[in-house]
């Protein structure tokens, strides 16, 4: 089993990867309010992006680091063409 390519993130670019975590945010009723950045980051093991989350209700911080972990696992950065 190719177990590289089970784990392979797929590329996204800035602006998709905004769109992905704006609309995923937008299904969660308590993050809908949620300002946030996407922040290229220098490449590590895990990932070479981060969201800046800015506005978070109390109640809405846990779920909202949820959304964007879960999208971090899967996305991975890539300079735009």
Request: charged fraction near 25%; proline fraction near 5%.
């Amino acid at each position: 089993m190719d177990f590289q390519a089970l784990y392979a993130k797929e590329p996204a670019t800035l602006d998709e990867l905004r769109v992905r975590v704006f609309h995923a945010l937008q299904r969660h009723p308590l993050c809908r309010s949620v300002e946030f950045d996407i922040v290229s980051t220098p490449r590590t093991r895990r990932t070479n992006w981060t969201v800046s989350l800015r506005s978070v209700a109390p109640g809405a911080l846990w779920d909202a680091h949820e959304i964007v972990a879960d999208i971090q696992e899967v996305y991975e950065l890539v300079a735009a063409a």
